[in-house]
């Protein structure tokens, strides 16, 4: 579709929770990614064996599906991670219409006042308020599907697990155009270096686009948390 490929989503388990935050992890996920031989997406996903385990028991489907499914890599404990709970279907939709609730409107929020921003020359201030609206729709359609949103502010990692799980958000931004990616990359370095860094620079041309875009993604991803969240019958359906 559109030329995707799927990506490979790696889960690394430490034994301990400070090495959940190292900076290491984002270097080997870059070097991954740089990697030519591999060819499609590379995403680390960190968590301490305690997280993992509690995931499970409170079958939050991401961890549960890895469970079933992954392929083990490497291991240094060879203790089994805890037997996943169960969700009822009525339980996983109330869960997700909860989540929907507090997560979306945040999304609409940010996108708005990154348009009054935008309309009052602020475009940096725009920028990490777009990316905020973005970050918050990504983990809002990631909650609603798995139950899990990663706590990540990098943008392109939380669009590689949404779109890997619903295709059609694919659709939010084209692929096939150098200055497309560029843009988009340019808006996921906002949330630390829009606020902190006085190199940083985004043109009025490009959040223009990125707010079209943005709201595409809104629209997309609306239709596809309403769906899910039509009846139990289908959350049932789409967890199998």
């Known amino acids: 579709m559109k030329g995707y490929r799927s990506d490979f989503d790696i889960l690394v388990i430490v034994n301990e ?22 060819g499609v997406p590379v995403g680390l996903i960190v968590h301490s064996g305690r997280e993992v385990n509690n995931a499970l028991r409170n079958a939050q489907y991401f961890f549960t599906d890895i469970r079933k499914e992954g392929v083990l890599l490497y291991e240094m404990d060879d203790r089994e991670l805890a037997e996943p709970g169960i969700l009822s279907p009525q339980q ?13 409107p945040s999304a609409i ?53 949404a779109e890997d799980r619903d295709r059609r958000l694919i659709d939010a931004r084209p692929r096939d155009q150098h200055r497309h990616n560029s843009r988009f990359n340019v808006l996921n370095e906002a949330y630390v270096k829009a606020r902190y860094s006085k190199h940083y620079e985004i043109s009025d041309e490009a959040l223009k686009w990125l707010i079209d875009r943005t709201e595409h993604l809104h629209a997309l991803v609306r239709t596809v948390c309403e769906e899910r969240s039509e009846s139990p019958e289908q959350v049932a359906m789409a967890k199998r």
């Open 109 to 161: 929020n940010f996108l708005d006042t990154a348009r009054y921003e935008m309309s009052k020359s602020m475009l940096n201030h725009a920028a990490f308020q777009l990316h905020q609206s973005i970050e918050q729709t990504y983990s809002t359609v990631l909650l609603i599907l798995t139950n899990y949103s990663p706590p990540s502010h990098n943008l392109k990692f939380l669009r590689m697990l």
């Open 92 to 104: 996983a939709l109330e869960i997700g219409r909860e989540q929907f609730g507090q997560r979306f």
């Open 17 to 38: 929770s400070r090495f959940v935050g190292f900076e290491y992890w984002d270097r080997a996920t870059d070097r991954l990614n740089r990697e030519p031989t591999i």
